[in-house]
């Protein structure tokens, strides 16, 4: 990503900011860091945080599993992937990486089966069962599991890291009964909120950062230049 362009999102941001358009979330741990990923799809996590035996669980895979990669690449674990869409699939067939396995589910407040809506622009991979405009394109049943169901199906009792990007479905993932009563067996979560669709707005990020802070996770880390991705952590 360019200086410039770089630069025009971070303003974008404090704009929005303070017009309100944009949660402001403050970062109340001040850790050590060590960025994993691309421009595109990356979080920082805390510094020396894993080692080969950690669990990483990453949810909504699409067609970018850079910040996974990284994290496989430098600590030599184990990674479980959960992404329901057909592409997602493709892509982690072709791409056959190390230590990745794919499961064929997505993360939602309740285990169940859904519809789950494409996007309009066949160019792009990532979908939602939540329903929004730029997703009007084809509509596929899916089978969805809550983080309880998650754990059994990996058969873990804890995950180190779990990242989620599932498209508007977070918010209610976080205010689940199976994420409240599992969510002491995280240690960090790094999350892609999207407050920008209309559908939300800041408010529902600013919930959502509340509840995680009832359930004991503080912030740790906010994307500078996007303030979609956070990190945050067991405190």
Known sequence: MSRLRTTYRMARVRFRQVTGDEPKIPVNVKIP???????YCGWAIPKNFLNASS?????????????????????????EGFDPTPRAAEFIDELRPYNFKLHRFGLSDRSGSAIFNLPTNEQYVSGS??????????KIQ?????????????????????KIDIE??????????SFIENASKIRAICIEFHHRWKEFGASKTADAVRR??????ECAW??????EEFLFVQS
């Open 33 to 39: 860091l060590e960025f994993h990923g691309n421009d």
């Open 55 to 79: 669990i990483i669980v990453d949810v909504g895979v699409g067609e970018d599993i850079s910040f996974t990669q990284s994290l496989i690449e430098t600590y030599g674990c184990q990674a």
């Open 129 to 138: 069962i939540v329903a929004a405009e730029h997703l009007e394109g084809q």
């Open 142 to 162: 899916v089978k969805l599991l809550d983080l309880a169901d998650l754990l059994a199906t990996i058969g873990a009792n804890k995950i180190d890291i779990l």
């Open 168 to 177: 508007g479905s977070e918010y209610d993932v976080l205010e689940s009964a």
């Open 212 to 217: 995680l802070q009832q359930l004991g996770f």
């Open 222 to 227: 906010a994307s500078p230049v996007t303030n």
